[in-house]
């Protein structure tokens, strides 16, 4: 910085001491030495300015992406992950007691579809469906995720296909595609997320096997509200295959049986409506309770605007007449879950709580009847069904797990001129015993008792299950 | 009309801060508190007295986080758990990763172990680094700077600000850390439950001397144990480990090697501000200054 002044004064020096005759050249000189100088001031003041943008800047940060996460997933490849569960499976009904639970009486009795084969257990090992989950990010705005189902026959089932938006705003997510609906708590948990080795009573009576799993959009807002966390939804689903949502039947022209159907028969269903045929309403609501507690609350209301089903039992017992329902469906629910996180090594101590109400009611006529005198009548099924469940974190990585089930505190049938049935309700007693290996892998042991109404009598069932599980690839993150 | 008027100084006047930060742990946010000053409130998801590797989410966090304009997460997996669910279940596009609002202190700074075998048989591994970073002061000190740089893209009004509260404290940092080098040089090393503090041990040039968990996420083994002591035994040193890791593999190593156990966390106290980080840090230098 000095130096610029100094050399201009030694130049000066120079310049004054040469002849005045030179005067012309002298302003030429100092003309340049001016440009000179002029230069040399403005490279300084830039490499100055350098010096102090290095100053200020941060400490030089590693290459990767600081926006970005460290993780052990390559970029562009999907998450993976694989889930391995398979059981050995005892019971009091010589291998007969899984086929007694498909049968519990009920509203949804009779109304099975071929391809599920769930309830299929031998005596003996097991393997159960083996689950294949992929999930990555598509693009800035979208998510998507894969879940597909193996069963140990090699038949592969698409359990959940969506995607999920990133960028909307306000709290709002869209969600599209195949997916376990939103509505109640357990509906949306994947087997390998259950505390107990099967489904429970209520939503396998009343909703069927994956609980309610369906086609089409989902939009979820969470509204600011304080501390309180509160998740508002609102699905459109197309309606297939569901207890309250089945459309697309064919008017009967034959019976099971073989025989012609009854001259008296009259009537037809319905064409299939398009869809979407079924709507759901849910809402969460959860208080901030500190680091230790976690508590939520929900509610849902499902609506199917078209609902079908054809009655053949002719095969069993030819005195029957084939018959066709049609009408709406509807369905709703609460829930409740509490968590209490000890804070202790292997999860010893911790608490978790959860109770579940369901109720539904298919609000139905007779379309078609052997019995043409019988159509337009209304049949009105209702039935309903709870659950209780709790485990207990009572050494570290041992879990205890007790569950009670029953479905049908409700269960009827009403006709026009009232009560046409009223069936009994079916109960169970679940006891699990859980030992977390790793992180990775899970021991279960389970004995259930079950109390059920099977074709008007009564059956003791008595279930116990050894259950392994592993997880492998991505462990993914698990939702509350 | 005019009643609406009055409302509206005090819709301008309800936010004093600009930010609203949410860090996982109280190490985030302390950092946030001392980088961010007041221009920035900031909510601690996971509580110090408990494993954040092993949290679940819950309705509260996604509460939080649907408020946010910043996340500050130690990252590298260790809150992998959680924190992707609760963020994708907040529905807030500006903190997700890879947009400004997320902002990972495992990403800022060159990580310990990274690059180690992707497999499963020697537990539950991390190929990516040892997430642990938030007990090593020197590259805290770093992550601040990073952080306030982050701090001020999310808030351009106060980035002078947020620079000088950062410089601050890498400032702080290195007035402390000739002390804590002091104090620690030359003692024996120390034993860990898990590699959780090896960033500390790093920073302090003492030796790690292994860990009471055969392999990470996997309880300790009497065959370990005796593997442990018979390497162990005649050396000095000191076995730490958290309060919320079993005590019993600890207890048993010290009674064969005669080494004292001391039990630390590995974060401050919730919403402490740099002081209270840096009490945690001579804790833990008195803890392994064995001599």
Redesign the interface.
Known sequence: MNRIPLWTLAAASVLTSLPAAADEDLKALREEIAQMKQAYEQRIAALENRLKEAE?R??P??A?????????GSAFNPQISLILDGVYFRDNKKGGSAELYEHIDGINHGHEHEGHAHGELERGFNLRETELAFSATVS?HF?ATAMMTVSSEGDVELEEAYF?T????Y???IRGGKFLSGIGYLNGQHPHAWDFVDQNLPYRTLLGDHGLLDTGLRL???P??G???T?LGVELLQGNEQTFATSGEDTPTGRADGAALAGTAAGELSARKSGPRLTTLFA?F????G?SH???FGGWLARSSQHQEVHDHTEEDPATLVHALEGKGRAWGLDAVY?Y?A?????QGNVKLVGEYLRLDKNLKIAFHENGALVGQKRDFTQDGVVVQGTYGFL??WQAGVRYDVTGLTNKLDGPAGNLWDKNKSDRWTFALTRQI???SLLRLQASRGNLWVEGAQENVNQIFVQYQHSLGA?????? | MKRLLFLLPLLVAVPAWALDVAATTSSMGMLARAVGGSQVRVTELA?P???AH???????M??TL??AQLVVAV???LE???????L??????AI?????G???A??????LDAGQA?D?AQ??V????N?HVNLDPGRMA?VA??L???LARLDAANAAGY?ER?QAFAAAVEARSSGWRRQAGGSGGALLYHKDAAYLLHYLSLPLHGTLEPVP???PTASHLEALAGRLKGKPGVIVHTP???PAGAEKLASLIGWKVAVLPLDPPAGSDAAGYFALIDRWVEALATK
């Not at chain 2, 992998?80 to 609760?86: E, M």
């Open positions: 200020n941060p400490a940060a590693p990767a992406d600081p926006s970005g996460q460290v993780g052990a800035p998510d999920d990133r960028s909307l705003p709290g709002l997510k979820t807002w969470l600011k509200t501390n309180w966390y998740q969460k959860g208080p901030d309770l680091d976690a508590l939520q968590k996180d804070g202790r090594y292997g999860g570290p990585h790793d992180h990775f462990h993914g993150a698990h939702a509350f | 509580p007295d408990r494993d092993l949290l679940q989410a819950k309705p509260s996604l509460r649907r408020d990252g590298a997996e992998i758990g959680w924190l992707p669910a609760a994708g279940g907040a529905a807030n596009a997700l990763p890879g947009r400004p997320y902002f990972e495992a990403a800022q700074v060159p990580l992707a499963r537990g539950d991390h190929p990516a680094g997430p770093i700077r990073a306030a740089e982050r620079r950062a996420g996997v309880a919320w890791q079993p």
